[in-house]
């Protein structure tokens, strides 16, 4: 197989024993080759583990970026929240081209694991990564005074918890970036976040999946006034 497969850089098992839909299990065995896989996004180089989030499409993934950092507004120094972060990509991104500090929040160990890596070995010592759900992180982290300029969200397909949603309406900060691969659960997310008391003022469509109906969208709220109903 490696002869077919000169590209090849590593095999891996992941056993996943329980039904449903949940693609990925708790315990993922290195057959042959190196633990991780190296990409390239911009000046970053970044290296991503099999169980960690990348978005597949490496070259479009920067123009999603750059369109959420445009929307995020971030200046040396500012504090940006980066929740369901994954590898820290987007985080990393914009620590990089800004300046800015960061916070990611991710549930899976082994993301997170990658994202403290990648932040020590490309010098980046304004990011920091925490492992847990959003819905407790977030309060948490603001309940003791840090406090954020910006919110980014990029969560899973089926979109975010409620109580996520709940969290970043009460504590959240003025100005939230979501970046959604499903246009229903963005939908869905957006319609509690507006009627919590943020406005939703762009939301812009990036090809990422040519050739296919999928898209992803960088959706930005600002904090408005509750509505009622």
Request: aromatic share 4%; charged share 25%.
């Amino acid at each position: 197989a490696r002869e077919r497969l000169p590209g090849l850089a590593s095999l891996v098992q992941n056993l996943q024993p329980r039904p449903g839909n949940l693609l990925m299990g708790p315990e993922t065995r290195l057959l042959w080759g190196s633990p991780t896989i190296r990409e390239r996004l911009g000046p970053l180089t970044l290296d991503i583990s099999a169980r960690s989030f990348f978005q597949v499409n490496s070259r479009q993934v920067e123009a999603l970026y750059d369109e959420a950092l445009r929307h995020l507004e971030l200046n040396p120094g500012s504090h940006l929240v980066d929740a369901f972060c994954g590898t820290g990509t987007i985080g990393l991104y914009a620590a990089a081209r800004t300046g800015a500090r960061v916070t990611g929040i991710e549930v899976v160990p082994e993301a997170v694991r990658d994202a403290a890596a990648n932040a020590l070995h490309l010098g980046i010592e304004t990011a920091r990564f925490i492992e847990g759900r959003v819905e407790e992180t977030l309060p948490r982290m603001l309940e003791t005074g840090d406090r954020a300029d910006a919110l980014i969200l990029d969560p899973p397909r089926k979109g975010c918890e409620p109580g996520a949603l709940e969290a970043i309406a009460r504590w959240g900060p003025d100005r939230v970036v979501y970046v959604s691969c499903n246009p229903a659960t963005l939908a869905r997310d957006l319609k509690i976040l507006v009627a919590s008391g943020y406005d939703l003022t762009s939301a812009r469509p990036v090809d990422m999946f040519p050739q296919s109906s999928h898209i992803e969208v960088v959706a930005r709220l600002d904090r408005g006034s509750p509505r009622g109903g």
